[in-house]
T-cell receptor, first 108, second 115 residues
Framework: RKEVEQDPGPFNVPEGATVAFNCTYS??????FFWYRQDCRKEPKLLMSVYSSGNEDGRFTAQLNRASQYISLLIRDSKLSDSATYLC?????????FGTGTSLTVIP | DAGITQSPRYKITETGRQVTLMCHQTWSHSYMFWYRQDLGHGLRLIYY???????DKGEVPDGYVVSRSKTENFPLTLESATRSQTSVYFCASSESIFRGDEKLFFGSGTQLSVL
């Protein structure tokens, strides 16, 4: 079983829409959770860290549900510039485990 | 502010050849990581290092060798390249892996093709 699992999508949404991605993790002892953004053929960049039940940064909200072992990312009022792949990352011990990513395309 | 740089950006090699991918960071971050990214697998950890002269295996270390004689450099060597090692390789660094300071900074990646 993979450490981190994500729905690969693709998600195609119109500008202004709200979209949510979910991610599940297998290690119940994991303490740190992250969302990274990766643009096509470029390096991943940290979008948000999630240490408690949730975190909000502008149009982006990340939530953590430890009981069900999943993390979600909500994007409100989608912009064309939000088009990217979103990577769910879970830290276990000294290692960071990456999901395969969810592809988002925001359509004009 | 150069940050973290990888070289080469693209590399084509033949099966059986030795290849070294370079990674250099200017922040004096303690932790450095090598990942490979393949379709359907996401990023998988090859090796990581907690400090100079301290390295440890990740999920997929077979066929790779690393060294870290200086804090700023973390080269990855494929001793005898195989086609299955065709991938995009990312180097990353982090100041810390402790809660609250766990931000990974990635290099631009090396696209390696083994023919």
């Amino acid at each position: 079983r993979k450490e981190v699992e994500q729905d690969p999508g693709p998600f195609n949404v119109p500008e202004g829409a709200t979209v949510a991605f979910n991610c599940t993790y297998s290690n119940s002892a994991s303490q740190s959770f992250f969302w990274y953004r990766q643009d096509c053929r470029k390096e991943p960049k940290l979008l948000m860290s999630v240490y408690s039940s949730g975190n909000e940064d502008g149009r982006f909200t990340a939530q953590l549900n430890r009981a069900s072992q999943y993390i979600s990312l909500l994007i409100r009022d989608s912009k064309l510039s939000d088009s990217a792949t979103y990577l769910c990352v879970v830290k276990g011990g000294n290692q960071f485990y990456f999901g395969t990513g969810t592809s988002l395309t925001v359509i004009p | 502010d150069a940050g973290i740089t990888q070289s080469p950006r693209y590399k084509i090699t033949e099966t059986g050849r030795q290849v070294t991918l370079m990674c250099h960071q200017t922040w004096s971050h303690s932790y450095m990581f090598w990942y490979r990214q393949d379709l359907g697998h996401g990023l998988r950890l090859i090796y990581y290092s907690a400090a100079a002269d301290i390295t440890d295996k990740g999920e997929v270390p077979d066929g790779y060798v690393v060294s870290r004689s200086k804090t700023e450099n973390f080269p990855l060597t494929l001793e005898s390249a195989t086609r299955s090692q065709t991938s995009v390789y990312f180097c990353a660094s982090s100041e810390s892996i402790f809660r609250g300071d766990e931000k990974l900074f990635f290099g631009s990646g090396t696209q390696l093709s083994v023919l």
